[in-house]
């Protein structure tokens, strides 16, 4: 220590120690000789802070008036043993002499007994501060052993947990794969194509899941065309049998009925000239006429829902009309009655009845029309391909894709609101929070922080919802801008389709955002109030 700092007291006082052969610092007192002469002691007290230097000092006055005392026991001794002397003179001389040296020697022989009993004392303890010493690093060490043991045992752990997670993971893609290849044995339809991609893309490049997924997107695009060309050859076999058939109407048919359907529609019963232009067929602009009255007057048509390439119609009576792409019988609702609202989905249709029960028809490859058994349903929601029950009590069922968790809802409570997107799922609750299910890779389902919400829409691959105070706000793939929502204000209603988003305002205009390649977002002109209404009948 000396060669790095030589003002360390300290090590002064151990070399101090060292000279006298003494063990430690508060054994000085018992030197022999004093210690102001020795240079470590002065050295010491040259650099020792003012407590060492007061405890150094003390120790060279105890040695010195040990010195002293010492000295002046022996003149007191040598005194009286002179006095005795001269008193006794000769004839007890020699027993002073001796009583004096056994006196002596009991004395020197109990200092030693002294200081032996203190060295013993002062030795236990050392040992005994050794101990406790020792037994606290011993108390340290295992600490330190346990906490190491539970390291690797939380380590054995997660290891095992991990390779659980990639034995089930590997597991679930191997199923998953196998469950993709018995779908091939038995796709033939479009919808059914279509599946099989679908199932295979998500698992990556395991296997020859990519190469299936290519396969089976060729293969469904092939199929499309083809159904697309069978439709177009069956609409021309149709003109065809129904030009037939006109070369005999047009001559059994008089004129008169032609005339008596125009009439009918101009004042304004839809129905009946509805059904008498069909009945007319191609005399002359009939069918133009009906098609009219269909698109403009769908007769008691009181909701409508739009699938990927099907609509469907609720009328006020209860029953359900459907036109449009009926590959996987998805417009087979012919039979359909005390329906309460319709939703329709990329390949079916589902209807929930005025008693909480639900029907649906069309394409099941994920089992999205698996709903025969749900009752005390309040609404639906199946645009895509899963379908979304929210029932009276608040809670929420699911069926259909469920490749992202979209259907995992059955732990929802206090639901006063539902819509599924394309593969993810958003709920309402009573508290104005939104809760979310399904696939995020946009942030589709980021919605936890949202609150103060009346309503909620899920689109492709994203999510907008309404606040109570008018405003809007939406989470998820903004790439063509479909979610730039945050300067809407006033806003009543939302709706989130697959590329844009459209508001309804309290005047009653419509603001829209997002992909208008088709025109769907040229509403800025439309007036839904009821003044537009009466000025635009």
């Known amino acids: 220590m000396l060669d790095t700092d030589p003002e360390y007291a300290p090590a002064y006082v151990g070399k101090l120690c060292a000279s006298l052969s003494v063990r430690k610092e508060e054994d000085l007192p018992n030197a022999k000789s004093p210690l102001n002469a020795i240079p470590d002691y002065q050295r010491a007290l040259r650099f020792a802070d003012p407590k060492l230097r007061a405890r150094l000092e003390g120790y ?20 009286r043993l002179a006095e005795e002397r001269r008193l006794e003179k000769e004839r007890l001389e020699e027993e002073h002499r001796q009583a004096g040296e056994r006196k002596a020697e009991e004395q020197r022989k109990e200092e030693e007994r002294k200081r032996l009993e203190e060295e013993r004392l002062a030795e236990e303890r050392r040992q005994a501060e050794e101990r406790k010493q020792l037994e606290i690093e011993r108390q340290i060490e295992e600490g330190r052993k346990e906490e190491e043991r539970k390291r690797q045992e939380l380590e054995r752990i997660e290891e095992e947990r991990r390779a659980e997670k990639a034995r089930l993971e590997a597991e679930k893609r191997e199923r998953d794969y196998n469950a993709a290849l018995e779908k091939v044995k038995t796709a033939k339809s479009y919808s059914e194509l279509l599946a099989v991609s679908a199932a295979f893309k998500p698992l990556g490049d395991y296997k020859e899941a990519a190469d299936f997924a290519r396969k089976y997107d060729n293969l469904a695009a092939k199929k499309k065309k083809q159904n697309n060309t069978i439709l177009a050859a069956a609409a021309a076999a149709a003109v065809i049998a129904v030009a037939a058939v006109l070369i005999i109407v047009l001559v059994v048919i008089p004129s008169g009925k032609y005339n008596e359907a125009l009439s009918l529609m101009e004042s304004g019963q839809y129905e009946a000239a509805f059904e008498m232009f069909v009945q007319l067929g191609g005399f002359g602009d009939s069918s133009k006429h ?20 099907h609509t469907v119609g609720l009328k006020a009576e209860g029953t359900v009309v459907a036109v449009g792409s009926n590959d996987d019988g998805q417009c087979d609702v012919s039979d359909w009655s005390d329906i309460a609202s319709v939703s329709a989905g990329q390949q079916h249709t589902v209807g929930l009845k005025t008693d909480g029960t639900v029907v649906a028809v069309g394409g099941n490859v994920f089992g999205q029309c698996d709903v025969s058994d749900w009752s005390n349903i309040a609404a639906l929601s199946a645009p895509f391909l899963h379908t979304v029950g929210l029932k009276t009590d608040g809670t929420v069922v699911a069926v259909g894709k469920n490749d992202y968790g979209e259907c995992d809802v059955s732990d929802w409570r206090d639901i006063t609101a539902a819509s599924a997107g394309f593969d993810h799922t958003v709920g309402l609750k009573a508290d104005g929070t939104v809760v979310a299910v399904g696939g995020n890779t946009s942030g589709q389902c980021d919605v936890s922080g949202w609150r103060d919400f009346v309503a ?16 809007v706000v939406a989470a998820g793939s903004n790439s063509i801008h479909s979610i730039n929502v945050s300067d809407w204000r006033n806003i009543v209603s939302v709706s989130a389709g697959s590329f844009h988003t459209v508001g309804l305002k309290a005047d009653g205009t419509v603001v829209a955002v997002g992909s208008n390649r088709d025109g769907q977002c040229d509403v800025s002109d439309w007036d839904l109030s009821l003044a537009g209404r009466r000025k635009n009948p």
């Open 290 to 309: 009906a098609m009219s009255i269909a698109r403009e007057h769908w007769l008691e048509v009181a909701d409508i829902s739009l699938g990927l390439s």
């Open 456 to 471: 909620v829409s899920a689109g492709r691959s994203n999510t907008v919802g309404l606040k109570a105070d008018g405003t």
């Open 60 to 79: 060279d006055s105890k040695i010195a008036e040990r010195i002293r005392q010492e000295a002046e026991l022996r003149r007191q001794v040598e005194e």
